[in-house]
């Protein structure tokens, strides 16, 4: 069978950066307006007065110090705290096809390609902007690709479970090369009236080829993926398309993501290493082998973790780079963006790329730079 690589990769940065004191600044004057309007019902115990934030707690708790969104200012106003975007007509491209096209174009010039050299396009993001047609199909349109294209939804591993589709779609002999896009446009399921969440997200795209018979000048082969789900409510979002006909009315709060970060945290963690563990010995590696580990990127406590039960005490931080602390969680994007900025290897070496979430969810990608 030919070698199937990994040739190209592209992010789509949002033009605007928030810091956690803005953020913080802004949800605490949220708090102090909702509890003078609501002084009457704190009071008399009814319900509870909300707490501020803090930016020590943020970065202690997470690591995360920024992130890029697709609109600030009504983000920032207390008295909305969500972004406000324009609404497009249907036959306008869409906000999630746009930014799709743009790290599309950037992923098929590092793999030295023309979109019409693509077969295929799944778009696969964990908050995907409606449920049909089809975002990919959109944007196989624009980029006038002939083949298919499909949409898919794996939570925080969207980006390497599409991986994984495409690799196998190659190997199947239905494509030659396909685009992976993943726009992760958190901004519209997060809440950001929420203490405990509101730092947590940041918006990106990023597209990465997948090709055999590739001519670009950094490529990747694909040794492996291996992929593991187990269910879990410990992160969930129940917004959906049978809303309307359920026999509830559903607040905003209840529509938007929500999660028990504390057990998040204690699970996944032991479930990434195993797996990964499991991974390398079935193809006879250790994890020193392993030059770079692109984890997933939604807490630097937890890819700390990861790291200590596969290396020890003693690796350098460039082992297992992190872009969290600018980008914030970006959803199943976060592992790409860390693979498109520091994928320098030298010819031989390998590295994994793992993303893990909600479901629960793992897809660890092993590959060799070629
Ligand atoms: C979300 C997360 C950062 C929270 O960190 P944590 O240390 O577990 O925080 P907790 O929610 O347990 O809260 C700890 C304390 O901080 C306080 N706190 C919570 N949010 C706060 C905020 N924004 N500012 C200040 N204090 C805050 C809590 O009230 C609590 O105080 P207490 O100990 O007096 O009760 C962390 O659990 C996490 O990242 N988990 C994994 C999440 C993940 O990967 N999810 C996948 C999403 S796709």
């Known amino acids: 069978m030919e070698d199937i690589y990994i040739s190209g990769t592209g992010v789509w940065t949002p033009p605007h950066k928030i810091s956690n004191d803005e953020l913080v600044k802004s949800f605490n004057q949220y708090v102090d307006l909702f509890n003078a309007e609501n002084a009457d019902q704190i009071n008399a115990g009814v319900i509870d007065a909300l ?21 600030k200012d009504s983000l ?41 050299d693509i077969d295929c396009v799944i778009v696969s993001a964990a908050n995907l902007q409606r449920a049909y047609p089809a975002v990919a199909i959109e944007v196989q349109n624009e980029l006038g690709i002939e083949g298919f294209a499909y949409d898919m939804m794996v939570g925080c591993s969207a980006s390497t479970f599409g991986i994984n589709n495409a690799y196998s779609d190659i190997k199947a002999g239905k494509s030659s090369k396909i685009l992976v896009i993943s726009p992760e446009i958190t901004s519209g399921h997060n809440n950001f009236k929420n ?37 879990s409510n410990n992160i969930r979002n129940n917004f ?8 509830k009315k ?29 991974q390398l010995s079935e193809h006879n590696l250790s994890p020193e082998d392993i030059e770079r580990y692109w984890l997933h990127q939604a807490n630097i406590n937890m890819n700390a973790y990861v790291i200590k039960k596969l290396l020890g005490d003693d690796f350098s931080s460039d082992r297992a780079p992190i872009v969290l602390d600018e980008y914030a969680n970006t959803s199943s994007a976060g592992s790409i963006i860390a693979f498109h900025k520091y994928n320098q290897l030298d010819d031989g070496q390998k590295g994994i790329i793992c993303s893990f979430g909600a479901g629960y969810s793992i897809c660890s990608i092993l590959l060799e730079k070629a």
């Open 51 to 71: 707490e501020h934030s803090s930016s020590e707690f943020i970065v202690k708790a997470s690591g995360i110090k920024s992130r890029y969104v697709i609109e």
């Open 76 to 116: 920032l106003d207390p008295k909305r705290m969500k972004p406000l975007i324009e609404a497009r007509a249907d036959d306008e491209l869409s906000f999630s096809a746009e930014v799709s096209v743009i790290a599309a174009k950037q992923a098929l010039e590092n793999a030295d390609l023309k979109p019409s």
């Open 195 to 231: 203490r405990d969440g509101h730092f947590i997200f940041g918006d990106v795209c990023t597209a990465v080829v997948i090709e055999k018979a590739s001519k670009a000048k950094n490529k990747f082969k694909i040794i492996d993926t291996k992929l593991k789900t187990t269910f």
């Open 240 to 247: 959906g398309y049978m809303n309307t006909i359920e026999d």
């Open 250 to 278: 559903y607040s905003e709060a209840e529509q938007l993501f929500v999660q028990n970060g504390r057990r998040v945290f204690k699970e996944v963690m032991p479930f990434v290493s195993s797996l990964i563990l499991e």
